[in-house]
């Protein structure tokens, strides 16, 4: 089970992190990501890390300005969000599967466990 949280309102240029606690399973050897879904539009990648946190990918939009990481000690993904677009805007998923590949990370039926999302609201 993965529980998200972290979200919020903020304004625009500020930051956030957004947590992806898991439970009831062991997720070091996963492959995690993050997914978001605007009102209206289709859920979306946004960033994925490798098991060993190794590798990291990021879709065009965000890169520079969010940084995925994972504690497999805590059982726990992160997402760190600096310089907030109002176009962030979203309920953000976090997403766990056990093959994470350079060609598959940002295809949402890749990954086998989903979290219940956490609305962030950048405001303008």
């Known amino acids: 089970q993965l529980q998200a949280s972290g979200g919020g309102l903020v304004q625009a240029g500020g930051s956030l992190r957004l947590s992806c606690a898991a439970s009831?399973?062991?997720?070091?050897?996963?492959?995690m990501g993050w997914f978001r879904q605007a009102p209206g539009k289709e859920r979306e990648f946004v960033a994925a890390?490798?098991?060993?946190?190794?590798?990291?990918y990021y879709r065009n939009s965000v890169k520079g300005r969010f940084t995925i990481s994972r504690d497999s000690a805590k059982n726990t993904v992160y997402l760190q969000m600096n310089s907030l677009k109002p176009e962030d805007t979203a309920v953000y998923y976090c997403?766990?599967?056990?093959?994470?590949?350079?060609?598959?990370?940002?295809?949402?039926?890749?990954?086998?466990?989903w979290g219940q999302g956490t609305q962030v609201t950048v405001s303008s």
């Open positions: 997403a766990a599967t056990p093959y994470l590949y350079y060609n598959n990370y940002a295809i949402d039926s890749s990954y086998d466990y």
């Open positions: 009831g399973r062991t997720f070091s050897s996963y492959g």
């Open positions: 890390i490798t098991a060993s946190g190794g590798a990291t």
